[in-house]
């Protein structure tokens, strides 16, 4: 997380912080082993949403896990 903070979240830009905002906000808080299923989306939201994904997914998913529920205990 180190390493992500210091070497690649600060330098986020702005659109690229909105796109995962939204990815994350559109997984589901319970159900830990279904997809989030978005809703209606405009195509402007649509493609940062896809960006998002991509984005936590390169940077995120290995220590986070692909729905975000992390792996609790790991650094106790
Ligand atoms: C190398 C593993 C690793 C990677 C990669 C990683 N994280 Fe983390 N992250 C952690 C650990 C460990 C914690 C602390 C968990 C705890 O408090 O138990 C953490 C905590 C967090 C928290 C605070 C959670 C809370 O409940 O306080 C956020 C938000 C977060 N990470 C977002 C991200 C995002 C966004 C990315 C991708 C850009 C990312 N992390 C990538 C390991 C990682």
Redesign the pocket.
């Known amino acids: 997380?180190a390493?992500?903070v210091s070497q690649?979240?600060q330098y986020l830009t702005g659109d690229n912080a909105r796109a995962?905002a939204a990815y994350l906000k559109s997984l589901p808080e319970s159900a830990p082993h279904s997809r989030g299923v978005a809703p209606e989306l405009s195509d402007e939201v649509d493609r940062q949403f896809r960006r998002g994904g991509e984005?936590?997914e390169t940077?995120?998913q290995?220590?986070?896990g692909s729905l975000g529920q992390?792996a609790p205990g790991?650094?106790e």
């Open positions: 997380m390493d992500v690649s979240l995962m984005i936590y940077y995120c290995d220590c986070h992390g790991a650094y």
